[in-house]
């Protein structure tokens, strides 16, 4: 099974969490700035919210995908407010005829003192955990 594992990040959470997502899958973890040019069967996609928002980076790339180059995606990102920011890529992925798993992973990410220090050990262990639950 082919997979590939994209995220965008403005303060490094999604690029730790897009590591460990790495580790278990032994795939690149690689930003948006990389396109998906190869047919792959599981798209990693990683995000965190600023604003209420996933970025337009994170909506443009979606856009460029397509059923025939990314099977199944699994969503996965932190954020501090709302409950979580894969409804927003899962939308916009099905709005591109792209299968969305069931499945996701979202913890706590930092926003100054709220939420300090997340996404923590423990978020990123059971991240890892979600994530071998998924191969
Ligand atoms: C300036 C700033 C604005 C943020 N705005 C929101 C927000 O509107 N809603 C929310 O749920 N989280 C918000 N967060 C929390 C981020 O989504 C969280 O830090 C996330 O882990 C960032 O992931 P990233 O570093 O991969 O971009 C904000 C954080 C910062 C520092």
């Given amino acids: 099974m082919t997979k590939a594992i994209r995220y965008f990040t403005k303060f490094g959470h999604s690029a730790k969490m897009a590591e460990v997502v790495s580790e278990v899958t032994g795939v690149k973890a690689e930003t948006l700035s990389s396109p998906i040019t190869e047919p792959i069967d599981v798209l990693y996609l990683g995000s965190g919210v600023m604003l209420g928002k ?18 199944r995606a699994i969503c996965f990102g932190s954020c501090a407010i709302i409950k979580s920011p894969v409804p927003q890529m899962r939308r916009l992925l099905e709005a591109q005829g792209i299968t969305v798993d069931e499945r996701s992973f979202t913890c706590k990410g930092s926003m100054g003192p709220l939420y300090a220090g997340h996404p923590n050990k423990q978020d990123l262990e059971e991240l890892r955990q979600f994530i071998q639950s998924t191969i």
């Fill in 54 to 71: 996933i970025s337009s980076d994170m909506a443009d790339f979606i856009r460029t995908l397509t059923p025939d180059k990314v099977k």
